[in-house]
């Protein structure tokens, strides 16, 4: 049986992409519909939601944001320099099919996917983040540009671990800093902060790019806007507070298996005695854990000076694919459009 590629309506139909989205073992928040019509909304763009059926039975999701200037249209998944966290083709009603029909089923479901943006776009550009969506073959033989990147997971349930298990994974200075912590003099405290943290975390985040002379185009309003639309619990601001100043967080993104540290952390201006990061990151791993979920995923390990911090939790490197098609540069046109508008 064929698969049959359908576009449903972002605002219409959203219940039923709702559905399919916390059926799939391979979304985030940022799959949802409410998410992907605030993405498009900030980017300038108009988002596709395709959904693959095998007759009655949904069996991928894809959404993918049109993005066009002039005589120019390119498509991206997520939206381009949203600095939305993974998007791409997902998969549902796979895990129990052997092999040899799983690859089927993938290889006609992604090809369905192609003759429709072929027929209904025909973009001269294609950009696509394939971050957890394990075979990309069907874009190679397709002809698409397929590059790794990577990220580093901390695997948080399974086994039995408790917190002093997982604790004894890092390095000696993460333990320190954090079994240290109560010792010293500040009085600090690591929560779950509101709407307000944040505008805080997004803001902070923006004043290190800014000083380092490097483009930010995430905007306080759009973080703010996934916090209050989203589910909760969707979006966690995660913040440290000194003598009840905000000094630090980490906006974390959850789904129903993995937390997602998706912004925040970086180096704090704030003159204190406490390691601010790693106590950050260890709550939101120690909650995670009590939480019962599987994974801690740090997003990103392709920068080398941040990837030192990052390898203390001692993570397992975890491969995703860069998938790309057209004119060279499209990219850099999009980038200057964030940039002005």
């Known amino acids: 049986m064929t698969i049959e590629v359908t576009e449903l309506d972002p605002w219409q139909d959203a219940a039923e992409w709702d559905r399919y989205v916390e059926r799939s073992d391979g979304t985030n928040p940022f799959f949802r519909a409410d998410a992907i019509r605030l993405q498009a909304q900030d980017t300038g763009t108009t988002p596709h939601l395709l ?109 039995g671990r408790s917190e002093d298990d997982l604790l004894d994974r890092f390095s000696s200075d993460a333990r320190s800093n954090i079994r240290n912590a109560d010792e010293g003099e500040n009085d600090y405290v690591i929560e779950e902060g509101d709407t307000d943290d944040v505008e805080r975390i997004v803001e902070q985040v923006a004043a290190r790019y800014e000083n380092q002379g490097r483009a930010f185009h995430l905007s306080p309003a759009f973080a703010r806007s996934l916090h209050r639309v989203l589910p909760d619990g969707s979006i966690r601001p995660y913040v440290c507070r000194v003598d009840g100043e905000f000094v630090g967080g980490i906006l974390v993104v959850e789904s129903e298996t993995t937390r997602y540290r998706w912004q925040g952390g970086v180096k704090p201006d704030a003159d204190v005695d406490i390691a601010i990061n790693d106590l950050l990151d260890w709550h939101v791993m120690r909650d995670g854990l009590r939480a019962e979920l599987e994974r801690y995923d740090l997003v990103g390990a392709g920068v080398p000076s941040i990837n030192r911090y990052k390898a203390k939790f001692n993570p397992r490197l975890v491969t995703n694919y860069v998938i790309t098609s057209g004119a060279f540069g499209f990219d850099l046109a999009v980038d200057r459009y964030r940039k002005y508008r």
């Open 51 to 159: 959904v693959g059926y095998k007759g009655q039975e949904a069996v991928g999701l894809f959404p993918l944001f049109e993005f066009t200037r002039g005589p120019i249209t390119g498509v991206f998944s997520p939206a381009p320099q949203s600095w939305s966290c993974y998007l791409g083709p997902a998969l549902l009603n796979v895990d129990k099919l052997k092999q040899r029909k799983a690859d089927r089923r993938i290889k006609r479901f992604l090809e369905g996917c192609f003759a429709w943006l072929d027929a209904e776009i025909s973009p001269l550009y294609t950009r696509i983040v394939a971050a957890e969506f394990d075979d990309v073959r069907p874009f190679v033989w397709n002809e698409f540009d397929v590059e790794p990147s990577y990220t580093y997971v901390v695997d948080l349930a399974g086994g």
